[in-house]
């Protein structure tokens, strides 16, 4: 492995590890139906019961009050459908810098940035849209995706740990908890 390539994924990992660590100090306080739905999903009964309770929490999330930056978010979003992910970016970062407290914006940019490979622009991303929103599991999961292509897999399993309790759910997420444990637990006896 290069130095330069080690540099970039150490750089790239001591961001992420700042977002991780400092998600309790920038907390907001989330809607009340917000909240409520988060509880919903944590005591979800089984998968198909947590996804229609999901998909009313990420609907919830979607709402940024301007039918203008709800466009921007669409268009972004589709340009990701359609693999166009330069107009993805450029969609979603004009919608971030006209919504910067809108969690959902930076939360679509960080997914449009690591379709890039850009890991560095994602975690920045994953930053805002965790400090507006700490419970944002997809956010978390996208942290947990981020340490685990840097080949960090004890952040990588905490991250996965973080959004798994808010939505156990999920079984990628349960199934990449467990393809990690072994190197982010060790060996139990």
Do not use: C
């Amino acid at each position: 492995m290069s130095m330069a390539h080690m540099t970039f994924k150490s750089i790239v990992a001591a961001g992420v590890a700042i977002v991780t660590y400092s998600l309790p100090l920038s907390a907001e306080v989330g809607s009340d139906r917000s909240d409520e739905l988060l509880s919903q999903l944590a005591e979800a009964e089984d998968d198909v019961a947590a996804q229609r309770v999901e998909r009313e929490l990420q609907l919830e999330w979607s709402k940024s009050g301007s039918a203008a930056m709800d466009l921007l978010l669409k268009r972004g979003r589709d340009a990701m459908e359609v693999n166009d992910l330069d107009a993805a970016v450029e969609h979603l970062t004009a919608l971030t810098d006209h919504a910067p407290d809108f969690a959902e914006g930076w939360l679509a940019l960080s997914l449009a940035y690591y379709a890039k490979e850009l890991y560095g622009p994602a975690a920045y991303a994953l930053e805002r849209t965790l400090a507006l929103n700490p419970d944002h599991f997809g956010a978390l999961q996208g942290v947990g995706a981020i340490f685990d292509h840097l080949d960090e897999p004890q952040r990588a399993y905490d991250a996965y740990a973080m959004a798994a309790r808010l939505r156990p759910h999920d079984q990628t997420l349960l199934d990449a908890m467990e393809r990690l444990e072994r190197d982010a637990r060790g060996w139990k006896l």
